[in-house]
């Protein structure tokens, strides 16, 4: 099976890739999977989606939503265009800022991703359907974003973030005008996901969240680790002091105002943690600014 990686970057530094491909001159694509998130979009005719879970009818206005590692092809192409992105999750999560608080931002591009990875016989790819003006306004931020990479011109590297997440937001707004997730499951993990996100600074409780997702403790526990890497507690802790970085990068406020600012009730607990996750006292980053 094929692999595709990101190679041959149009902006160093920047991890997106995008190609529009238009009157295919093959047939079929084979069984191949990527090492980044791909998002594509179906701007005119039709092809079959083949995965280990079956095949379905693809076309105009459609979107799927493959994680890394999600095998998948295409069969018979019927004057097809469709949009390819490509982009490192990392960085997706880097650029949608608040939208990683919204449950159909969370459902889309986190959850049902992981989930498909950990069960694949029961997960499909996400798929959404573009209205006919989200589909033109897709088309439109897309070939944008393709011009935007091949320039040189200054504020490249700007605009083409500014444009991916013009496109996430796109797809997360006409997500949630269709009712925005994929099942009952889902809906109800993202829901939980996002509210870690939004309230990363309020006392946060295990079992709350668990109740949130419609699991058990330790059923969340393993979930939450599988996409994280680390606990919701840990991962708010994150949140916090990655939050308090910002504030003291910015000035302005003391040490205790930016502990209590980001979820602290004690300076002298924020500037243990804060050095133990950055190495350095919290006064440091402040002068430095």
Same mark, same amino acid.
Not at 122 to 147: D, I, N, W, Y
Not at 190 to 198: D, S, Y
Not at 277 to 283: D, F, I, K, L
């Given at each position: ?33 990527? &090492?980044?998130? %791909? ?17 379905? %009818? ?11 590692? &999600?095998?998948?092809? /295409? ?58 003006? #989200?589909?033109?306004?897709? %088309? ?6 393709? +011009? ?17 997440? +013009? ?8 997500? !949630? ?6 099942? $009952? ?5 993202? +829901?939980?996901?996002?509210?870690? !996100?939004?309230?990363?600074? &309020? ?31 840990? /991962? ?13 990068? $910015?000035?302005?406020?003391?040490? *205790? ?5 980001? #979820?602290?009730?004690?300076?002298? /607990?924020?500037?243990?943690? /804060?050095?133990?996750?950055?190495? &350095?006292?919290? *006064? ?6």
């Amino acid at each position: 099976m094929r692999r595709f990686r990101l190679q041959g970057l149009s902006v160093p530094g920047l991890p997106i890739r995008v190609e529009v491909q238009d009157n295919m001159p093959w047939e079929n694509v084979g069984e191949h999977d990527h &090492e980044f998130l %791909e998002i594509v979009i179906f701007l005119r005719g039709r092809t079959r989606h083949v995965t280990r879970r079956g095949r379905d %009818e693809v076309g105009p206005g459609d979107v799927l939503v493959l994680r890394p590692g &999600e095998a998948h092809g /295409y069969e018979g192409f019927r004057n097809l265009r469709l949009a390819n992105v490509h982009v490192d999750p990392a960085f997706l999560l880097e650029v949608a800022g608040e939208l990683r608080g919204d449950p159909v931002f969370q459902a889309w591009f986190q959850v049902r991703p992981q989930l498909a990875g950990a069960e694949p016989d029961k997960q499909r790819p996400t798929r959404l359907g573009l209205s006919a003006p #989200g589909l033109v306004e897709a %088309e439109r931020l897309v070939l944008r974003l393709v +011009e935007e990479l091949k320039t040189n011109r200054p504020g490249r590297m700007l605009l083409a973030r500014a444009l991916m997440l +013009e496109l996430i937001v796109l797809l997360v707004r006409e997500g !949630e005008a269709q009712g925005g997730v994929i099942d $009952e499951k889902i809906r109800r993990l993202a +829901e939980a996901c996002a509210h870690v !996100e939004r309230h990363f600074r &309020e006392p946060l409780r295990l079992g709350d969240l668990a109740s949130k997702a419609g699991m058990s403790v330790n059923g969340f526990l393993r979930v939450f680790r599988r996409l994280h890497g680390i606990s919701p507690i840990a /991962y708010a802790q994150r949140l916090r002091l990655s939050h308090a970085r910002k504030l003291l990068r $910015e000035g302005g406020l003391s040490v *205790t105002e930016v502990a209590l600012e980001s #979820g602290f009730g004690d300076s002298n /607990y924020f500037s243990r943690c /804060y050095r133990k996750g950055y190495g &350095e006292a919290p *006064t440091a980053t402040r002068r430095r600014g």
